[in-house]
């Protein structure tokens, strides 16, 4: 039996469209056995309710997408998904799951497929590197699609920070997340977001945590997905308020996510709070990055 664990991620981190996310300290655990024939599954904990128990399972399909790659039937497969990750709330549950599957069966292939190979099919089936990246490699990772290859440079979460999320009650998936946004943008805005996410980088690598609030604004995907999560730009003013060195919405969304490294959990209560102000029952946690 192999038994593989995969950290939760944050996506974007404001300007970073597709390129930027970090792991937090919230994990999956994917366990998986090759049997005579047939497929199992067993889900625990977020999404036992809802997660397909079918061939239409996203670690199964990834796992089976793996097999593929190499040549191996795999039998059958009796797979347990034991589960931290609230489902489609903008925290990589997707990644995890294509993560957990692709890592679990290469292992019980026999290894076939190097770090590097993963990561690029793990981007593959995900469709963008951001969350797959860090949730295989950890930190803070930049990362970018080359001919279908997942270049990627890691930097060390600056010391102190840590996250507070405000986890609505409802979910938004990605597909519909990123159906709001426009084909074009503006050459302005692509500037707007080129010096933001320039700056980020270079504070986060120096752990410049007051470039944060100015780093962390975006023209490319948030103004569009704040229709999607009521009471977005008030939460994140509040957030602000608080304390926040930094605010954004989580990946897609429909989580909130605040950068800090004091007063955590007052700002994840404001956060909740100012959420149910409008009508949006939240979780809130404070996480580490991983
Ligand atoms: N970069 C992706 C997006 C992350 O914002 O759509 C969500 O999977």
């Known amino acids: 039996m192999v038994r593989v664990q995969v950290p939760a991620t944050t996506a974007n981190m404001g300007p970073g469209f597709d390129c930027l996310g970090m792991a937090l300290k919230l994990?999956?655990?994917?366990e998986m056995v090759r049997t005579g024939a047939g497929l199992s599954i067993?889900?625990?904990?977020?999404?036992?309710?809802?997660i397909a128990r079918d061939e239409s399972n996203v670690v199964y399909r990834a796992a089976l997408r793996l097999f593929k790659q190499v040549n191996c039937d795999p039998g059958g497969l009796r797979i347990r998904l034991i589960n931290n990750i609230p489902v489609a709330r903008g925290l990589g549950s997707s990644a995890s799951a294509i993560v957990g599957g692709l890592i679990a069966a290469n292992i019980l292939a026999g290894s076939r497929l190097s770090h590097r190979e993963l990561l690029s099919l793990a981007a593959a089936v995900e469709g963008h590197?951001?969350?797959?990246?860090?949730?295989?490699?950890?930190?803070?990772?930049i990362s970018t699609l080359v001919e279908g290859e997942v270049r990627y440079l890691k930097i060390d979460p600056p010391p102190g920070l840590k996250v507070a999320v405000a986890i609505p009650d409802?979910?938004?998936?990605?597909?519909?997340?990123?159906?709001?946004?426009?084909?074009?943008?503006?050459m302005a805005d692509?500037?707007?977001?080129l010096g933001r996410v320039a700056l980020l980088v270079a504070a986060l690598q120096q752990g410049r945590l007051e470039f944060l609030s100015t780093a962390m604004e975006d023209r490319l995907h948030q103004p569009y997905r704040s229709t999607l999560v009521p009471g977005m730009k008030k939460v994140l003013a509040a957030a602000r308020l608080a304390g926040a060195r930094g605010v954004c919405l989580s990946g897609a969304g429909p989580t909130l996510i605040a950068f800090a490294d004091s007063n955590l959990e007052l700002i994840a209560r404001v956060m909740k709070d100012t959420f149910l102000e409008s009508g949006i029952k939240?979780?809130?946690?404070?996480?580490e990055p991983s």
Not at 42 to 50: P, Q, R
Not at 129 to 141: E, K, R, S
């Open 129 to 141: 590197p951001d969350n797959v990246a860090p949730a295989m490699l950890g930190g803070i990772i």
């Open 42 to 50: 067993e889900v625990h904990g977020e999404g036992a309710f809802d």
């Open 170 to 186: 409802f979910p938004l998936s990605t597909r519909s997340a990123r159906e709001v946004l426009p084909q074009q943008v503006s």
């Open 27 to 30: 994990y999956n655990t994917v």
């Open 190 to 193: 692509a500037v707007f977001n």
């Open 282 to 287: 939240a979780r809130a946690l404070v996480l």
